[in-house]
């Protein structure tokens, strides 16, 4: 009997007790095989499967590899190393090994279900990996609220920040906030205001975990819609809220009341039903129109709230103030309101 036939005989032994599962076993016949025959690539891939069932993952990598060596066109062997690799965790080096296999068998079903699981684990992993926590800078935060005639601003996020790190620069368009961070790190930022604010009458006030700046309006009948400006918010004149002489919402001119056709001054009836061509002798309709293009959404709806529930009596933009009730007709100083009773 030839050596070849001997190595042979061996090698099929040594695959009758893998199959019987008694890998120990064959593991020895295997041994026995290569030292007969050291140059058969199915030799180092039956070994290296032995290996992995035995799990010394590291010892069935080397067996694929020497395989490899003996034949780069195995995807047999491929899978074997995958196997291995897979083992140990190495789940990035098996899944090359199970795409290099693919690439010289393309339908080799075992490769294919070996390179699903790893995939599966590779995003198992990915899913777990731990988020690298944020940073103090990350940490700070900032909110706003409105009390009457101030504006509200915190910055957030300070608990580990001395007071003399925190800078805070107050001017009548925009306010700066400086945070000095351990590791020489910087948080800035600059806050563009919606409206102006007094800086004589505004101030900032540290506390444990933030700062609180309070800022007083310029003008104080304005409700900011946002902290900062932006395009889609425009107050088209400012001076109609505050400015006797055009317009103010919070003051009732007992001449004028709005209606359904717009405000009407009755001491200029006279003069505006003998001239049936000046429809809008004052530009009070314009006026009107102004100050809701110009308005917040909330101040739009309090306007058409009030404006329809008042039967043209009444006009508001505090929608806090009527949103939650009927708003009741108003008549002008001296007049009495009565419903329209139709005979």
Request: hydrophobic share 30%; charged share 30%.
């Amino acid at each position: 009997m030839s050596k070849i036939q001997d190595a042979d005989d061996v090698f099929k032994e040594a695959n009758s007790q893998f199959v019987d599962e008694e890998y120990t076993k064959a593991l020895s016949l295997y041994n026995d095989a290569i030292d007969m025959e050291p140059k058969r690539a199915d030799f180092y891939e039956k070994r290296s499967a032995c290996q992995y069932k035995l799990e010394k993952y590291e010892k069935a990598v080397e067996d694929a590899d020497q395989a490899i060596k003996l034949n780069s066109n195995s995807s047999m062997a491929q899978l074997r190393k995958g196997m291995a690799y897979f083992g140990l965790n190495k789940f990035s080096e098996a899944k090359s090994c199970f795409e290099k296999g693919l690439q010289l068998d393309s339908d080799h079903s075992q490769i294919k279900t070996w390179l699903r699981k790893t995939n599966a684990e590779l995003e198992a992993r990915q899913e777990q990996a731990p988020q690298p926590a944020p940073s103090l800078k990350d940490k700070i935060r900032h909110n706003y609220y409105q009390m009457g005639s101030n504006v509200v601003v915190g910055i957030i996020g300070l608990a580990s920040i001395k007071n003399e790190n925190r800078k805070v620069q107050i001017d009548a368009e925009k306010i700066k906030v400086t945070i000095d961070l351990p590791n020489n790190e910087t948080f800035e930022k600059e806050f563009h205001l919606f409206a102006k604010i007094d800086p004589s009458k505004s101030k900032s006030v540290n506390f444990t975990s933030k700062v609180e700046i309070t800022l007083r309006k310029v003008d104080e009948n304005i409700e900011w819609p946002s902290l900062e400006k932006s395009s889609d918010v425009v107050i088209a004149d400012p001076t109609i809220y505050t400015d006797p002489n055009k317009y103010n919402p919070t003051v009732a001119d007992p001449k004028k009341y709005p209606s359904s056709k717009g405000a009407k001054d009755w001491d200029k009836l006279e003069n505006e039903q003998k001239d049936p061509e000046n429809k809008d002798p004052d530009g009070l309709n314009q006026l009107f129109q102004q100050i809701y293009a110009g308005a917040s959404e909330d101040a739009r709806r309090a306007m058409l709230k009030s404006f329809t529930e008042s039967n043209g009596t009444v006009l508001s933009t505090n929608w806090k103030d009527v949103g939650s009730k009927k708003v009741k007709m108003e008549a002008p100083r001296g007049m009495e309101a009565r419903e329209y009773n139709p005979k």
